[in-house]
């Protein structure tokens, strides 16, 4: 069928986007078109006037890792002068600074530390469960329990059911990246199978732990590469759904960024529309994955690569969460993005302004006391139509 025969049946039916649809879909619908059709889906899903948002702050409790992603320009390899493990105390203290703006969660990652023991982590989250009760500990990610796994001699399922016990929250989607073997092997050869990927955020899954799919895109591969990680996402979240009743809570991508590290570096003389992706290239993406994904409630809009002003354009086509106030981040920053910084204010104002109301959420996507926005609600101008 052609892309409008496409869009036309899956609006009309309800039906399941098939992979070989969303490969026409993304190759060939015009991006107003397809921003509309996403648009509609995502008002059948989560209504067309609150855009949700979350007060967190991320901590990056140790850059030492030995993964060595070409992308990535936070990491350090161990012995490097650069390294770093943080104390406790200085976990805590940035955990007290959130509470101090309402926050609701953290969302801890690292590297892979082959200097850190099991009890290091489990004695952490013990710590910070005792001293911040309120707070949601998201740690980690699946390539971290690997590396756990491998330095405590235990299965990953061991580590997070540990995890959980001594007060993990949820696992957060981190390390995804592209779940597709050959472009997975050219940019982190290190980083494990996409299969590893997908089991222990099935095992987080069966323990109850709150998870998120994460998806960075924009190293040169194809279409079908990015359907095919699409794919794998929605295959485990039909798994899980139906076995645990606990999934992944939503789906976020962006376009890998290339300023300050190897991968940038050793590509510089390719063609300039062969690697990242610009805010067109983008907007597609999550209008797909709106589509594609009828499984997964939320996709958020990624304002820290994209900007406040792309991100409220995501919300225009397909996305329903603005994510988070990004009260600290350095490993997105460390590739050279200056997009890091929104307020909570900040974050209402884009939201209001691209006709929605903000709401306050927890990483559970419950809805929370919300303070008022600056920017006037009553004068939003009516919502986006939604009609195909």
């Known amino acids: 069928m052609s892309w409008s025969e496409i869009l036309q049946s899956h609006l ?3 039906d399941r986007l098939s992979i070989e649809d969303a490969v026409v879909l993304y190759r060939d619908a015009p991006i107003h078109e397809l921003r509309r059709a996403a648009n509609q889906r995502r008002t059948e899903m989560n209504g067309n006037r609150e855009v949700t948002y979350l007060i967190d702050r991320n901590i990056n409790y140790t850059n030492v890792c030995t993964i060595n992603c070409q992308f990535c320009s936070f990491y350090r390899p161990p012995g490097h002068h650069e390294t ?7 976990i805590s203290q940035r955990v007290s600074e959130l ?10 990652q690292g590297g892979v530390n082959p200097e850190l023991g099991m009890e290091y982590y489990t004695n952490l989250l013990k710590s910070l469960k005792e001293q911040h009760p309120s707070i949601d500990l998201d740690c980690f990610s699946p390539i971290e329990i690997e590396g756990i796994a491998e330095v405590a001699n235990l299965t990953t399922l061991e580590v997070l059911s540990q995890l959980k016990n001594a007060g993990m929250h949820g696992l957060p989607g981190g390390g995804a990246e592209m779940l597709v073997e050959s472009v997975r092997t050219d940019v982190s050869p290190k980083k494990g199978s996409p299969e590893n990927w997908l089991r222990v955020m099935k095992e987080a899954q069966s323990l109850g732990l709150i998870t998120s799919a994460t998806n960075v895109f924009g190293f040169g591969e194809t279409i079908e590469n990015r359907i095919e990680h699409m794919q794998r996402v929605r295959d485990l979240q ?3 759904l139906s076995k645990y009743s606990n999934g992944f809570t939503s789906f976020i991508a962006w376009p890998v960024q290339l300023e300050n590290n190897s991968y940038g570096k050793r590509n510089r003389g390719r063609n300039r529309f062969e690697l990242g992706a610009g805010p ?5 993406h999550v209008a797909i994955s709106r589509l594609f994904f009828d499984n997964i409630v939320h996709i958020q809009a990624s304002w820290p690569t994209m900007g406040l002003s792309i991100a409220q354009m995501a919300l225009l086509g397909g996305a329903d969460d603005a994510g988070s106030t990004m009260m600290e981040e350095n490993v997105v920053s460390a590739s050279g993005t200056d997009k890091m910084q929104a307020s909570e204010i900040e974050l209402q104002d884009a939201i209001v302004r691209a006709g929605y109301i903000p709401r306050r959420r927890n990483s559970r996507y419950e809805l929370l006391d919300t303070p008022s926005p600056k920017t006037k609600i009553e004068n939003l101008p009516a919502p986006p139509p939604t009609q195909f």
């Open 238 to 240: 039909d798994h899980s």
């Open 99 to 108: 509470e101090n703006i309402e926050g609701t969660r953290i969302l801890m």
């Open 280 to 284: 067109t290239e983008y907007l597609r």
């Open 12 to 14: 009309t039916s309800g």
């Open 84 to 90: 770093y493990t943080q104390t406790f105390q200085e």
